[in-house]
């Protein structure tokens, strides 16, 4: 038995069509990305003589850390927004 829908209409071809196009278009767009993080690791090796094995390392550190100061950000942020949003009687409580 399969999970896939029995009958589709032509509105379900169109959204799925449309999906379709919009997956390819962000599917290119990742791939054009990876093409730019190769030729990125390329220049380090030529120009700085680091291998792209090592820089791509860096690269994901770097970004792992600073995808970590953004979550701490937005931590810091979301317990901000919770003691504004929170109920008058949430609020009192949490003031004695």
Do not use: C, W
Not at 60 to 68: F, V
């Amino acid at each position: 038995m399969s999970d896939l829908p029995s009958t589709i209409t032509q509105e379900d071809r169109i959204k799925v069509q449309g999906a379709l196009k919009e997956m390819s278009d962000s599917m290119t767009r990742v791939s054009a990305e990876k093409d730019l993080q190769k030729d990125i690791a390329q220049r380090m090796l030529d120009e700085v003589g680091v291998p792209k094995k090592d820089f791509n390392k860096l690269a994901r550190i770097y970004h792992a850390s600073n995808l970590m100061e953004e979550a701490a950000r937005n931590e810091e942020f979301m317990e901000f927004a919770e003691a504004i949003m929170a109920p008058p009687e949430r609020q009192i409580a949490s003031d004695n």
